[in-house]
C-alpha cells in the first residue's frame, strides 16, 4: 500500500524550559501538534520578535494564528524570499507547508523591516545520536548536587565538572537536563562537550564581579566573557537548549548592579564604545578544533562570539537571537583565525553579523589575517552590516565562500560592507571609524547563490589603496534596494557577475548594473 508523503512525517516541539514568559501575540501547531511560542521583547512592549522551535522530518503543515489587535490578516510576509513560501491567510490565521527545516522570519499585518514585529520560527532537522545520561562517558551536571531552579549561582559546581570531565582519558559531555542553571563565567576546558538539552537553559549572572577574566598577558585588555575557550582543543557547546547571557540591559554600563558607571550611552543618546568592563558572550583565544551547534544563544552583552587566534572553528544550526536596542552585540567576530566553517544558521542582532579585525600569531606575532572563511546556508536579519571589514584595522582576507545566505535586512548599512578608506563615514560624526586600513589585501571572494533583500543597502565595496582580487557574484539575487551599492577603490580587479539578476533582470552590461543603482569607479565582467 502506497501512502502520502505527510503519513511519514514527524513533528518534534521543543518543550519550554521552566518559567518562561509564553507568547501573548501567536498560537503555533505543525501537524496539528502545538508548538511552544516564546515570547521575546525587542526593545519595549510594543515590538517584539517572539519565536518557536521544533524539529521535523517529511513535509509539515503550519497553522499560526495572531491574536495582534484582535483583527483579521490581511498580509503576511514569509522571508526568505528565496524560499518561495506563499501562506494562505483565513481570519486572522496563516497556514503553509514545508518540505525540509528552515529558519524563518514572519511578519503579519507589516512591512518586513528590521523594526517591525513578528515571529521567527525555527523548524530543525532531528538530532542525530544526542548524548544522555549512562552514556560512556557523559556526566550529568545533576551529579554535582547543583540548584536547577535557576535559584543559586552554580559556577563553581559546573567548573568543576568541567575540569574533571576534562582530566578523564578522552574527555567527555556535560549533560544539562531540563531545568534553569545559574551561572558565571564558564571556563571550557579541553576534550569537553557542553550539552544542553531541550528544556534546558543556562541562565547568566546579571552581577558584572560573576565574570573575571582568564589570564592576559601584562598590559593586555581583560578576557571577560560568559564562555570561555582559552588554549582549548577539541571542545564545544551544542544541544537543543538554551543559553541565555541576559546580557542587555543588565550587564550594560548603565545598568550593572554592582559596577554601573552611567557611561554607556552619551547626552544625547549615542552609544559608546564598549569599556574595561564589557563581558562578551563566548571568547575562543588560541584554540583548535572548536565546534558549536544546534544551541539557541540568547541576548548577549557585547560580542557574541568572538575568535581569536584559532585554526578550525565550525557552528551549525546554531541561532543568535539579541535584542533590537544595543549596539556592539556582533553576532561573530573574528581576529587571526583560519578554516572557519560556519553552516545552516540564524542571526539576530543591532549590529554586525560577521565583522573582521587585524590580529597577530600567537606564536610568532606577526600579523595574521583571516584565510578560508566559509559560511553556507544561513538567513541574516541584522540592523548594522551582514560581512564587515573595515574600520581602520581591517585585516588580510584570503579565500572566502559564502554560498546560500540571505540577507534579509540590513537597515543601516548594507550585506557586504568593505570600509578600507574613511571615505563611508566623512560628515556621519563617526571619527573613530574614519581610518585607512592599509596592507590589507582580500584575494578569492565568491558569493554563490545568495539572495539580498530591500531592508537597506546590499553592497558597498571600498577598496581604499588594497588590492582586491577575484570577487565573484555567482547566481545571485538582487531585489530592488532602499540604498545605492557602491564599489570603489585604487587597486580592485575586475568584479564578476555571473548569472546575477537584479529586479528580475539579469545583468550583462555595467550600463544595466549602474541603472539598477551600483556606484561604480572599479572595472566589473559579466558570465551567463
Excluded at 401 to 413: G, L, M, P, S, T
Aim: aromatic share 14%.
Amino acid at each position: 500500500m502506497l501512502l502520502p508523503a505527510a503519513a511519514f512525517a514527524e513533528v518534534t516541539p521543543y518543550p519550554p524550559y521552566p518559567g518562561v514568559v509564553p507568547s501573548e501575540s501567536y498560537k503555533v501547531t505543525v501537524n496539528g501538534k502545538p508548538v511552544f511560542v516564546h515570547h521575546f521583547l525587542t526593545y519595549d512592549q510594543f515590538n517584539w520578535m517572539d519565536y518557536a522551535s521544533f524539529a521535523m522530518t517529511g513535509k509539515v503543515h503550519v497553522e499560526i494564528t495572531s491574536f495582534v489587535c484582535d483583527r483579521k490578516l490581511l498580509t503576511c510576509n514569509i522571508r526568505p524570499l528565496a524560499y518561495g513560501i506563499q501562506p494562505k491567510v483565513s481570519g486572522n490565521t496563516v497556514s503553509f507547508d514545508l518540505d525540509r527545516p528552515r529558519y524563518l522570519v514572519l511578519f503579519f499585518n507589516d512591512e518586513p523591516m528590521f523594526y517591525s514585529t513578528g515571529l521567527m520560527l525555527f523548524a530543525e532537522p532531528p538530532e542525530q545520536n544526542p548524548p544522555k545520561p549512562g552514556d560512556t562517558n557523559v556526566v550529568n551536571i545533576m551529579d554535582y548536587h547543583v540548584d536547577n531552579t535557576g535559584k543559586s549561582l552554580e559556577t563553581t559546581n559546573i567548573n568543576q565538572a568541567i575540569s574533571d570531565i576534562s582530566a578523564r582519558p578522552g574527555g567527555g559531555v556535560l549533560y544539562f537536563p531540563p531545568g534553569v542553571y545559574l551561572t558565571g563565567t564558564v571556563f571550557m576546558k579541553s576534550n569537553v562537550k557542553f550539552y544542553v538539552d531541550a528544556g534546558a537553559v543556562i541562565r547568566g549572572s546579571s552581577r558584572n564581579a560573576d565574570y573575571p577574566s582568564a589570564p592576559t598577558p601584562a598590559g593586555g585588555r581583560p578576557l571577560r566573557a560568559f564562555f570561555i575557550f582559552d588554549h582549548v582543543e577539541n571542545a564545544g557547546l551544542m544541544g537543543r537548549g538554551t543559553i541565555d547571557m541576559e546580557g542587555y540591559p543588565w550587564l550594560w554600563h548603565d545598568f550593572q548592579p554592582d559596577t554601573a558607571d552611567g557611561h554607556a550611552r552619551d547626552a544625547d543618546g549615542k552609544v559608546l564604545d564598549p569599556h574595561g568592563t564589557g563581558i562578551r558572550g563566548y571568547v575562543v583565544n588560541n584554540c583548535r578544533n572548536i565546534s558549536f551547534s544546534d544551541l539557541l544563544l540568547l541576548r548577549s552583552a557585547y560580542w557574541t562570539v568572538f575568535v581569536i587566534g584559532t585554526d578550525n572553528f565550525t557552528t551549525r544550526n546554531l541561532k543568535i537571537v539579541n535584542r533590537k536596542q544595543q549596539y556592539h552585540d556582533d553576532d561573530y567576530d573574528f581576529s587571526a583565525s583560519s578554516h572557519i566553517r560556519i553552516e545552516d544558521g540564524f542571526a539576530m542582532s543591532m549590529d554586525d553579523t560577521w565583522a573582521f579585525y587585524r590580529g597577530t600569531d600567537p606564536k610568532t606575532g606577526e600579523a595574521r589575517g583571516i584565510e578560508d572563511f566559509v559560511v553556507k546556508g544561513f538567513v541574516n536579519y541584522t540592523y548594522t552590516a551582514g560581512l564587515a571589514i573595515g574600520y581602520g584595522g581591517a585585516p588580510a582576507v584570503k579565500h572566502l565562500r559564502f554560498e546560500d545566505v540571505n540577507f534579509i535586512a540590513n537597515h543601516n548599512k548594507f550585506a557586504i560592507w568593505i570600509q578600507l578608506s574613511p571615505a563611508y563615514f566623512r560628515g556621519r560624526g563617526y571619527s573613530s571609524g574614519a581610518k585607512f586600513s592599509r596592507n590589507a589585501p582580500m584575494d578569492d571572494f565568491r558569493f554563490v547563490n545568495c539572495t539580498f533583500e530591500n531592508d537597506g543597502g546590499q553592497v558597498y565595496i571600498d577598496g581604499g589603496e588594497n588590492p582586491l582580487t577575484n570577487f565573484v557574484f555567482e547566481n545571485c539575487v538582487f531585489y530592488k534596494t532602499t540604498k545605492p551599492s557602491l564599489m570603489m577603490g585604487q587597486q580592485v580587479a575586475p568584479v564578476r557577475f555571473k548569472n546575477v539578476k537584479i529586479n528580475g533582470a539579469v545583468m550583462r552590461n555595467a550600463k544595466q548594473l549602474e541603472r539598477a543603482g551600483f556606484d561604480l569607479s572599479v572595472p566589473v565582467k559579466f558570465e551567463r
